[in-house]
């Protein structure tokens, strides 16, 4: 998809969606989109907001425990061991990923047959070991999306992890970007920890351009939206978000037309 094309002015502008029954709002740079475009953006973000707990079965997790970390930045090298709660044992399941690009559930791959251990909760392979999860050369915001599924299809529990995270937090209030496409064309942004049902006021600096738009979180204190950050005449940039209530102040930027 390329954004730097289509721009007829260089305000920011709020594209709705209905999704279900929510209305999900792009913040985007002056981009006028084409359907083909508004639907691949669709398709992203619910992919992305799909993939997490509240798609689990009820009393069920899915957790990703960390083993072992070198490098750093783009040359972080994370591995992973997956630990289930609440899911029978005597099941089999099968272990699902979603390629970091997805932009449509029919790119959901399966990994194999896995089991889950009675004493501990450990997924282990076909070779009763713990399954582990290398994640070589993490971009910035990317994510890494897995999921546990009863082969009888009555189990399920998700979980996403982001080895290279771009977050703030501050006083229980915590800001995440999620980089959706390769170049940071859409980014995902999260707000968590904030007061139900509050005003969230940001403020969006890219590459010199500055605009400010409201949120309001959920009865959970969470709100979520997707920003095209792409700028008219530039090929590269920074996006700096920067958001402030009586509660707490954040700020947390990323790099957009370029993968590192």
């Given at each position: 998809m390329d954004t730097t094309k289509n721009r007829s002015n260089k305000k920011w502008r709020c594209i709705f969606y209905l999704i279900g029954i929510a209305v999900f709002c792009a913040f985007a740079l002056g981009q006028d989109l084409s359907p083909e475009m508004r639907a691949d953006i669709d398709n992203r973000i619910k992919l992305q907001r799909n993939w997490d707990a509240r798609s689990n079965s009820p009393g069920?997790?899915?957790?990703?425990?960390?083993?072992?970390?070198?490098?750093?930045g783009s040359k972080l090298i994370a591995m992973y061991e997956l630990r289930a709660k609440g899911l029978?044992?005597?099941?089999?399941?099968?272990?699902?990923?979603?390629?970091?690009?997805?932009?449509?559930?029919?790119?959901?791959?399966?990994t194999g047959d896995v089991e889950i251990d009675r004493n501990?909760?450990?997924?282990?392979?076909?070779?009763t070991d713990p399954q582990r999860l290398v994640v070589?050369?993490?971009a910035p915001g990317e994510p890494y999306r897995w999921a546990l599924v009863?082969?009888?299809g009555t189990h399920k529990a998700f979980i996403a992890v982001l080895p290279n995270a771009i977050q703030s937090t501050n006083n229980g209030c915590k800001v995440n970007v999620v980089r959706l496409m390769p170049k940071f064309?859409?980014?995902?942004?999260?707000?968590?920890g904030f007061p139900p049902q509050s005003e969230v006021n940001v403020r969006g600096n890219s590459a010199g351009e500055i605009h400010d738009f409201k949120l309001t979180t959920n009865a959970e204190g969470y709100v979520d939206t997707g920003i095209l950050p792409f700028k008219a005449g530039k090929s590269s940039g920074t996006m700096e978000l920067q958001t402030k209530t009586p509660k707490c102040s954040l700020k947390v930027s990323f790099k957009w037309g370029v993968i590192e």
């Open positions: 069920t997790e899915l957790e990703a425990v960390e083993v072992s970390h070198t490098g750093k029978p044992p005597d099941l089999r399941y099968e272990l699902l990923w979603l390629p970091t690009m997805a932009g449509s559930p029919k790119e959901i791959q399966s501990d909760g450990r997924v282990m392979n076909a070779s070589p050369n993490s009863s082969k009888d064309e859409l980014a995902f942004v999260q707000f968590s």
